[in-house]
């Protein structure tokens, strides 16, 4: 069965700093897709990225970065320089080809004081 | 405009009563999902759809029934309610199944049962 594990429940930094939100996932299929939503404190729920399991490239969108490492079953998630507007539950996700559903994780909620 | 939309934003019931959540996406995405959210248990499926009349169990399904009769409606029907279904749900919506394509969730309904 899929399983994904955010072990940090919460984080709190001071504006500037940069963060890492970690990700551990669990699946038996080779084939595999990986999600990272951000959740901030007005509720909705917003896709930040993807990730298939053939492409372990790193992505860098701005002050965001994810590194994926397959051999660790980890997608780690960066945030540089972090911002007050950073601060939100963030959640990592997992869905397996073999099947609709997408995984969550328990999300870590990111403080990012002035 | 288009998008996925789900009503009420907030709703009071008292136990035993049935209570109907409504979804509605502008998309025609071929699936479709409900989620709860909870502290300590982030996003857990509920059910899902994968077309009009096609629906299927997800991780929490007991005390839940849903309906698909037409591909725009997805609504989620508590039967009789119970403070243990006090939540947060989300919709969501997605046009592929297994492949990269992420969910696009509404804002969310929140349920108190009293």
């Known amino acids: 069965a899929q399983k994904v594990t955010q072990a940090q429940t919460e984080i709190s930094v001071v504006e500037k700093e940069d963060v890492t939100l970690d990700c551990v996932y669990e699946t038996r299929d080779t084939t595999y897709y990986l999600f990272w939503y951000k959740q901030p404190p007005s509720g909705e729920l917003v896709f930040l990225i993807r990730?298939?399991?053939?492409?372990?490239q790193n992505e860098i969108s701005g002050r965001y970065s994810w590194n994926f490492q397959k051999s660790t079953s980890s997608f780690n998630f960066t945030i540089t320089a972090s911002q007050v507007v950073d601060s939100a539950v963030y959640f990592c996700a997992l869905k397996e080809t073999s099947g609709s559903r997408l995984t969550f994780g328990e999300g870590t909620q990111l403080t990012v004081n002035p | 405009d288009a998008g996925i939309t789900q009503s009420p934003r907030y709703k009071i019931t008292e136990t035993g009563r049935q209570v109907t959540l409504m979804c509605h996406q502008t998309w025609s995405h071929s699936y479709m999902f409900w989620y709860r959210q909870d502290l300590g248990h982030g996003l857990r499926l509920i059910y899902y759809?994968?077309?009009?009349?096609?629906?299927d169990k997800g991780e929490v399904p007991d005390g839940y029934v849903v309906s698909r009769s037409k591909t725009e409606n997805f609504p989620l029907t508590l039967e009789s309610a119970t403070r243990s279904q006090t939540s947060v749900y989300f919709c969501?919506?997605?046009?592929?199944?297994?492949?990269?394509?992420?969910?696009?969730f509404g804002n969310g309904t929140r349920l108190t049962v009293t």
């Open positions: 969501a919506s997605s046009e592929y199944r297994g492949r990269n394509s992420p969910l696009h």
């Open positions: 759809s994968a077309a009009a009349d096609i629906t």
């Open positions: 990730r298939n399991s053939f492409d372990e």
